[in-house]
């Protein structure tokens, strides 16, 4: 599987925008950028993924390099909610199914009032 | 909306005994997987079924097993249990193996005594 690279952790203030970060410099032609998050206590959930266009949803937009060698989620405004740790993971798709997810070092976000 | 359960929720066990945790996906989702986290780790996919068959393994112990019912239920059986084998395990399911989000369940937090 294609790696990621995360920040470790990040801080943001309520209701201030919010930009993760993911390297994926080895990202081959048919991997998907996915992200998902794991607050405290819970299982992980899905934000949001894309290949090569930016995408938007009621959670999050990710913006995606021209090179497709990174890409960025952005939280347009943090909540307390938000405080969990994000990962991106790379997912292959042979244009039927998506399998496992391999979940690498996240990163912790951290929002403060 | 009906997510997806796990049971039991939590479990004490002694080195060497058994454990059997159950997993009920999302109505209508036919693929279950299973993802381990230890404390402090990443979450570590176990096994996958997608139609009641094996559709990928990743580090699973040969002390483990794992199968879909029928009714697409699944369960992990865990046999001569290893302290390292305290953890979280979860449970996820999608519809289709060809889906992109995976929906967790809450988790079954094994503790080995």
């Known amino acids: 599987d294609a790696k990621t690279t995360q920040p470790n952790s990040m801080e943001s203030n309520e209701e201030e925008p919010v930009h993760l970060p993911c390297n994926h410099s080895?990202?081959?032609?048919?991997?998907?950028i996915h992200w998902y998050r794991q607050l405290p206590s819970q299982g992980p959930e899905y934000v949001i993924h894309?290949?090569?266009s930016n995408v938007n949803n009621r959670m999050a937009s990710l913006a995606i390099a021209e090179d497709r060698k990174s890409s960025t989620l952005i939280l347009h405004r943090a909540t307390l909610r938000d405080a969990a740790v994000y990962y991106c993971?790379?997912?292959?798709?042979?244009?039927?199914?998506?399998?496992?997810?391999?979940f690498g070092q996240g990163t912790i976000l951290t929002v403060h009032p | 909306a009906a997510g997806v359960i796990q049971s039991p929720r939590h479990l004490i066990k002694e080195k060497r005994e058994t454990a059997t945790l159950k997993c009920y996906p999302i109505?209508?989702?036919?693929?279950v997987y299973w993802y381990q986290q230890g404390p402090g780790q990443d979450p570590q996919f176990l096994i996958s079924?997608?139609?009641?068959?094996?559709?990928d393994k990743g580090s699973i112990p040969d002390r483990f097993s794992a199968q879909q019912f029928s009714d697409y239920h699944s369960e992990l059986n865990m046999s001569s249990l290893e302290l390292g084998d305290s953890a979280l395990y979860f449970c996820?399911?999608?519809?289709?193996?060809?889906?992109?989000?995976?929906?967790f369940g809450p988790g079954t937090r094994l503790t080995v005594t």
């Open positions: 109505p209508r989702h036919d693929t």
């Open positions: 080895t990202i081959s032609g048919t991997d998907y």
């Open positions: 996820a399911s999608s519809l289709g193996s060809g889906s992109y989000e995976q929906y």
């Open positions: 079924f997608y139609e009641k068959m094996q559709s």
């Open positions: 993971i790379l997912r292959d798709s042979d244009g039927t199914s998506y399998g496992k997810l391999t």
């Open positions: 894309g290949l090569t």
